[in-house]
């Protein structure tokens, strides 16, 4: 069990027999980034399960047979990722990260027997692994500056004051931008004991490599712009000769693909054809813009790109949210193409569900080759692009392991590690839209208690996505479940802006969000409230990050909610606009920076309306959120405790914006139990004499 600590109260007992309590999150098992061997024979994949006693997550790698068995272990790390088969399936490389403050490493396992050994042992470790097409040699990224980084080298007792020059400067969850140690590309021979050297060096960073068809040449994703800033996504694949002498710092690269956008992913198909996930930027400024699959032919630089998306449909390369997608684990965006080169697979969303498909070049189709409604994580491919090994959830799952034969349609489920926790008990989750007050259709979703009688008058809980620019929809949540499991009613919806409907619709709150996207939620909320069994006295909401910020505003708009709860949230735009880690809000967001037009920010920066607040509010933010500052929630908490209007901030030490996806264990469930101990308050009555009120 998790400790108890003084800042987390005890878990209320849920309403009726059945459901997920807030500790059950620590008995989740997650699968992440599957990898299947050339020979379609084995996948290989990456366990992560919660160390109670640690308070920390274990990353393993596991391996199955994709002719069915029980998984078992296969590396005992406990903090192994990122396996990558080698082309003739005889060895295994992965990145092994040491205990305490040693960085990882890549590491090699013989898959016929025999003990993983280190192939690196880089002062600042080293990652994303990629095979040459012969085997014999890997490319990874690597922060080391061998300039700098000398064996004998010593830091000095007191960190030097920082000289910053860039108007982005630090990352959430990553920490200060350090321009000395930005990640580079390195080639080693797939041997123990070999010396690995750099290919790239220099004041621009490179993305994960991977090696020309041919062998001679690797290739990276880098945006070499002096100052990218506040401007549009670009993004340039480059080449760099696998065989070169000396690091280069840009001279000896070649240009690969230079469409003027965006690249997630890339893949080279045969007769020196390009296929890439991005977009083609324009000089019309867009707070969101949909990626297509891009496929390019030619001689390189290929500049002219086809983007294929039919009817504007997918967001290709994008996923849905959830709250128990594998923390400490993420997977590339899959990309593969067929041997004739007649056709492409990648992951991309469509109306609230992610999926494998498969998109027709010359008929310029796209066909889903796995189910609607379902959250498909990861996936990855045989050469020949016809078995696919994947991660797929659901509202009623976290993620099972899947194998899929592209050719057949045929799929075959390889694990399901989670079936023993979910047999505590799931509220019926139930899809549906609303008209909302222009006619628009928004699409929701509502979570019933396990024991729901209509004849009851149950409290209600809105949920709303953050983002913007993202969906609810098929992905599982534990937050929803538990709350559900406490007897409340939980209504989640894709107001416009959310991602997945198309491009008009994500970007239809361009300069003008938050607005009508709060008018979309509160239409799915009459709509529930319509259906009878809602108590309408017991209305609350939440919402994280941007989710968050349309909390505050909704409660400063509106004394319909009974109780609120804001998480990492946004409350004065021109605050974040100098604080937060990313510059993109002019022209993109707002038309004009906050010294230009101060009165754009103020009007909708829901804390220049906090005097309207009569709606008791609870603030959790982490403290080392660089993403929305933890200002912006002290901000609503000050102005309502001056203004005496019940409120409590709940502060995270150690965490950053992605608490409740990925933060500590212990930390994950403490939020959780924050969250239903307000409502209960509130919605309920119950007593909660640690909050003050």
Request: charged share 25%.
């Amino acid at each position: 069990m998790t400790p108890h600590r003084p800042n987390a109260p005890a878990s209320a007992a849920p309403d009726a027999t059945g459901g997920l309590r807030e500790e059950d999150l620590l008995d989740f098992t997650w699968i992440a980034d599957p990898r299947i061997s050339p020979d379609g024979a084995r996948v290989v994949f990456t366990r992560v399960v919660v160390d109670r006693d640690k308070d920390a997550y274990v990353t393993a790698l596991w391996i199955v047979e994709t002719a069915g068995g029980t998984p078992r272990p296969l590396t005992c790390g406990r903090r192994d990722s990122q396996p990558r088969w080698s082309p003739d399936g005889r060895t295994l490389a992965f990145v092994r990260a040491g205990d305490g403050a040693a960085p990882p490493q890549i590491w090699l396992l013989p898959m016929d027997g025999g003990e993983a050994a280190p192939l690196t042992a880089l002062a600042r470790g080293a990652s994303s692994p990629a095979w040459s097409p012969d085997g014999t040699r890997l490319a990874f990224l690597s922060e080391t500056n061998p300039a700098l980084d000398a064996p004998d080298a010593k830091e000095p007792p007191n960190a030097p004051a920082r000289v910053v020059t860039r108007p982005v400067f630090r990352e959430n969850g990553k920490g200060f931008v350090d321009t000395d140690h930005l990640e580079h590309v390195w080639v080693v021979e797939a041997r123990p004991g070999a010396t690995p050297r750099p290919l790239t060096r220099g004041g621009f960073a490179e993305g994960a490599p991977q090696w020309s068809r041919d062998g001679a040449k690797v290739l990276f994703v880098s945006d070499r712009r002096a100052e990218p800033w506040f401007g549009d996504e670009r993004a340039v694949l480059y080449a760099a000769p696998a065989d070169l002498a000396e690091p280069t710092d840009g001279a000896a690269l070649e240009r690969v693909l230079e469409h003027g956008g965006p690249i997630a992913a890339w893949a080279e198909g045969p007769d020196g054809a390009l296929a890439a996930v991005g977009y083609v930027s324009d000089d019309t400024p867009h707070s969101y813009r949909q990626a297509s699959l891009l496929v390019g032919r030619g001689p390189w630089p290929v500049r002219r790109v086809e983007a294929l998306n039919p009817d504007g449909a997918w967001a290709v390369g994008e996923g849905v949210n959830s709250d128990q997608h594998a923390p400490r684990a993420a997977a590339d965006v899959p990309l593969a193409w067929s041997p004739d080169g007649g056709a492409a697979f990648t992951l991309a969303a469509r109306r609230g569900a992610a999926r494998l498909v498969r998109f027709d070049l010359a008929a310029r189709t796209a066909t889903a080759l796995t189910p609607d409604g379902r959250d498909v994580q990861a996936a990855s491919a045989t050469p020949d692009a016809r078995r696919w090994a994947y991660v797929e959830g659901g509202p009623d799952t976290p993620g099972d392991l899947w194998l899929l034969d592209a050719a057949t349609g045929e799929r075959t489920r390889l694990w399901a590690p989670n079936e023993a926790v979910l047999a505590r008990g799931l509220g019926r989750v139930e899809a549906f839209e609303v008209a909302s007050f222009d006619g628009e259709r928004i699409p929701a979703w509502l979570v019933f208690p396990p024991a729901f009688d209509p004849a009851r008058r149950w409290p209600l809980v809105l949920q709303i996505h953050g983002g913007p620019h993202t969906a609810y929809g098929a992905g599982f949540f534990h937050e929803f479940q538990q709350l559900a499991a406490a007897g409340y009613l939980v209504l989640y919806a894709n107001p416009r802006g959310s991602t997945s409907y198309g491009e008009r619709f994500a970007d239809m709150i361009q300069y003008r969000y938050p607005g009508d996207d709060a008018r979309d939620l509160m239409a799915c909320v009459d709509a529930v409230v319509a259906r009878g069994y809602v108590d309408e006295a017991r209305l609350g909401v939440t919402g994280g990050s941007g989710g968050g910020l349309l909390t505050n505003w909704l409660i400063t708009r509106t004394h319909r909610f009974a109780a609120a709860i804001t998480q990492r949230c946004v409350s004065d735009w021109a605050v974040m606009w100098s604080t937060s880690d990313f510059a993109m809000y002019y022209p993109f967001w707002f038309r004009k920076a906050p010294y230009e037009d101060p009165a754009e920010y103020a009007e909708r920066s829901p804390v220049w309306r906090v005097a309207e607040v009569r709606t008791p509010l609870m603030v959790i933010h982490s403290e080392e959120d660089w993403r929305t500052p933890i200002a912006q929630g002290e901000m609503m908490f000050r102005a309502l405790k001056a203004l005496r209007v019940p409120t409590v901030m709940v502060r995270f030490p150690g965490e950053n914006h992605e608490l409740s996806r990925s933060g500590a264990p212990s930390r994950r469930v403490q939020n959780q139990r924050h969250i239903r101990r307000w409502f209960d308050r509130w919605l309920k009555g119950v007593p909660a004499e640690e909050y003050g009120v």
